[in-house]
């Protein structure tokens, strides 16, 4: 059978003077061109057989070349360079030294690096020792929310002086230092405890200055410290330094008047806001209009807290 040039002949076994079963068909040449078991195909163009003879010859056609094939591969300005066109190009002065260069600037940097981490290293002040540190800088410190730690008096309301009781417990814990929430005078109906109206006094959910002054001498005793939440960031707008700074707007007969942030409203009824500032919590407008309207404040958490 002829297929594209090929011949393909079925062998049969071969009844010759010397066996071929599964020899290999080698031509005069020497190179194997093909083999031979029963029932095997040959592929090939097969010359007649001769007896008494231990090779046969064939020869395969040559596929020509394709014509899709792209000449640019093998000629052209865009042929690839072979191995000793790139090798006399790389051996040039111009690309030899560029190498050089190079290599040069990127062991530079990196030694350049190398000198500069040991020299950090080397010329980085050491730590403070424990032994040297402030008691601040050492300390084991418990945050307590008071309101909730503990009820001394049995009216659901931590107290200052449920605090006290439970020191030895937490000395026990290991803490070495209690750093107290928020117990200044609130104003009244004050959703959280930094609605203050008064630094200098205890609000009377929380005990008396007398509950406090015992708190301070009972931590001492125990060689602890405390620390209490002073809040600068804003007051309660019920706070005296608040009432006395809207009372009168010339700055210099207030005293008070820097002590908040003020300013005209726009519009022609100045009752817009100056600009768009949000409130922290619920993202309305950070200005509020004062009793005087033609004035606005900054409350950024709220109405009920003024920011100083």
Request: hydrophobic share 35%; with cysteine.
């Amino acid at each position: 059978m002829d297929s594209g040039g090929v011949s393909i002949v079925s062998a049969k076994p071969l009844k010759t003077d010397q066996a071929f079963t599964n020899q290999a068909f080698v031509a005069d040449d020497g190179v194997q061109k093909g083999s031979e078991t029963n029932g095997t195909a040959v592929v090939g163009e097969v010359p007649p057989l001769k007896r008494n003879s231990s090779s046969v010859e064939f020869s395969l056609p040559v596929k020509p070349a394709s014509k899709d094939r792209d000449p640019s591969l093998s000629s052209g300005p865009y042929r690839g360079m072979g191995k000793e066109e790139l090798l006399r190009y790389s051996s040039r002065p111009l690309w030899r030294n560029l190498r050089y260069i190079c290599m040069s600037t990127v062991l530079i940097g990196w030694l350049a690096l190398l000198i500069t981490v040991v020299a950090l290293v080397l010329t980085y002040p050491s730590c403070r020792s424990a032994q040297n540190r402030d008691w601040w800088q050492k300390t084991v410190i418990y945050r307590v929310y008071v309101k909730s730690f503990f009820d001394s008096g049995s009216d659901g309301i931590g107290d200052i002086n449920g605090v006290r009781l439970q020191l030895d417990y937490l000395q026990k814990l290991g803490v070495d230092t209690i750093s107290l929430s928020p117990i200044y005078t609130l104003a009244p109906n004050a959703s959280t405890d930094t609605h203050i109206v008064n630094h200098t006094s205890i609000d009377e959910a929380y005990g008396t200055l007398e509950d406090f002054q015992l708190l301070v001498n009972e931590t001492h005793q125990k060689d602890m410290h405390i620390i209490l939440d002073f809040i600068p960031n804003h007051t309660s707008d019920q706070h005296p330094w608040f009432l006395a700074s809207k009372s009168d707007k010339d700055e210099w007969n207030n005293a008070f008047r820097s002590f908040y942030v003020w300013s005209f409203g726009r519009g022609n009824n100045k009752l817009q806001t100056p600009n768009l500032w949000k409130s922290a919590n619920d993202r309305s407008s950070a200005w509020t209009i004062a009793d005087v309207i033609t004035f606005t404040y900054i409350s950024l958490w709220n109405r009920c807290r003024t920011s100083i």
